[in-house]
């Protein structure tokens, strides 16, 4: 298996000007819009990976039997890059971000592609989109990079044939209204993922069959939707995109154990940061009922949420069918803050790198 590949560049024929950018970066709000480049690398059982290329950002053109139409067979990963005050571009632990992928196409029976490719195509866009990068101290340049199954069939089976992908788009807050605590609803009705499923793997299914539970959180007026396990409909699990962690009156940090949820790239650094922060980390089951009793007894001091996406955000208020709790003040604590406070300085390079999570972009 080729490790690395050559990228060739098309030019853009009519990049967006700078001016016209610079209006779009006041407020791009998040995913809505688009930087002027891709990457597409393509990958073919007789030949592997090939055809690295950079060009402008254009629609796929589909045939009406390509597998991941009908089958699925798709996966994604979220990151992002950001301008330090210096003015240098780094990446916060895409190593991570490049096994994790890996994961994913090995459950979804997909090609894996090599650490080294996966990085040299992120890095590729990164450089030709480098003016998208927000220089607002909140801003940053989200990356998406896919994988589907391209092939033409209608068979049931791994399909033959893929195309990786890498767009990108400069974010600013995840959640309306900035750094906030949020509130959240707890579903009864839908799971998002059981053992032996793929809730360990960054795939599209997993979002859109959580798509209904969040719609309903939101007409409860809640920001997002939690899950629990599908067994016993008692353990609490994950929210629709974005792992969750319970802080306690003795200074313990509890998150759910891995399995059946996604293992997140940020859940993995706050466990690392507060542990040099000298508290306890548990990965260990959480029920529904025992959240609700150590809210109300005080016991849980603070309960927050990250992911790539919204990074850090504190958890206020969770509501379910039978009624709602507070959690703390209804805003973040000092934990929460200061988990936050310490994984961002380190993204934006105003915290020493002493972990070495960063990687620069030449």
């Known amino acids: 298996m080729t490790d690395s590949l050559t990228f060739s560049t098309i ?201 209904i539970a969040q719609a309903e959180a939101m007409r409860n007026g809640c920001d997002q939707v939690v899950f629990l396990d599908a067994a016993e409909h008692r353990w609490v699990e994950e929210l629709g995109g974005m792992n969750i962690f319970f802080v306690m009156e003795d200074g313990s940090v509890i998150t759910p154990p891995l399995g059946t949820i996604l293992p997140g790239i940020t859940r993995k650094s706050i466990m690392e940061l507060a542990q040099a922060a000298g508290h306890s980390v548990l990965e260990q089951p959480y029920s529904f009922d025992q959240w609700q009793a150590d809210a109300r007894s005080g016991k849980l001091r603070e309960a927050f949420a990250c992911g790539t996406a919204a990074v850090v955000a504190g958890i206020g208020e969770v509501r379910y069918s039978g009624g709602a709790f507070a959690i703390g003040n209804s805003g973040d604590g000092p934990v929460t803050t200061a988990l936050r406070d310490q994984l961002v300085g380190i993204q934006k390079g105003k915290i020493a790198d002493d972990r070495h999570w960063l990687r620069s972009v030449d």
């Not at 809505?32 to 073919?44: A, N």
């Not at 067979?73 to 992928?101: C, D, H, S, V, W």
């Open 11 to 211: 030019p853009h024929a009519a990049p967006t000007s700078a001016d016209a950018r610079a209006t779009l970066l006041e407020d791009p709000a998040f995913g809505r819009v688009p930087t002027d480049h891709m990457v597409i690398v393509k990958w073919t059982v007789e030949k592997g990976w090939h055809d690295a290329t950079v060009q402008a950002r254009a629609p796929f053109q589909l045939d009406p039997a390509c597998a991941v139409l009908h089958y699925a067979q798709e996966i994604f990963e979220g990151m992002k890059a950001y301008r330090t005050a210096e003015g240098a571009i780094t990446l916060f632990r895409p190593e991570e971000n490049a096994r994790r992928f890996n994961e994913s196409a090995e459950r979804m029976a997909m090609p894996t592609i090599p650490e080294e490719l996966f990085l040299d195509a992120i890095e590729a866009l990164v450089r030709v989109d480098a003016d998208w990068i927000p220089a607002n101290d909140g801003g940053s340049l989200y990356l998406r990079p896919f994988m589907f199954a391209s092939e033409v069939f209608l068979g049931v089976k791994p399909a033959s044939e893929y195309i990786f992908c890498v767009i990108a788009c400069p974010v600013g807050a995840y959640f309306k209204g900035g750094s906030k605590a949020i509130t959240l609803w707890v579903s009864d009705d839908y799971s998002r993922a059981a053992a032996g499923g793929t809730g360990a793997a960054k795939c599209g299914g997993n979002y859109a069959g959580s798509l």
